[in-house]
């Protein structure tokens, strides 16, 4: 079993800052890809980054300069740094890991607004 934590969550004005973390944890194999995924109400869920066992990366375009992705794989954890964000940039982020197979956190809402 594979189990994924997120925190760092919340509500933040307009050019403010968060930041995200996601612990993995159980039978995860070496060659993965863990990364951040969001879904806004009414909206699909789409891709933010994500990050490859190797440290390679990969940013939407709507979030490239303003959010950041990293990992410290000694302890399976994956961090999304975000600045400047907007008030478009509200929804329910959601941590994945694939492995053999998706995994998914149970998601944290981040709010922003005046």
């Known amino acids: 079993q594979v189990q994924l934590v997120e925190s760092g969550g919340g509500l933040v004005q307009p050019g403010g800052s968060l930041r995200l973390s996601c612990a993995a944890s159980?039978?995860?194999?070496?060659?993965?890809?863990m990364g951040w995924y969001r879904q806004a109400p009414g909206k699909q869920r789409e891709l933010v980054a994500h990050i490859t066992s190797t440290g390679a990366t990969v940013h939407a375009d709507s979030v490239k300069g303003r959010f950041t992705i990293s990992s410290d794989k000694a302890v399976n954890t994956v961090f999304l740094q975000m600045n400047g964000l907007q008030p478009e940039d509200t929804a329910v982020y959601y941590c994945?890991?694939?492995?053999?197979?998706?995994?998914w956190g149970q998601g944290t809402q981040v709010t922003v607004s005046p």
């Open positions: 994945a890991l694939l492995t053999n197979r998706w995994y």
């Open positions: 159980g039978n995860i194999f070496r060659n993965n890809v």
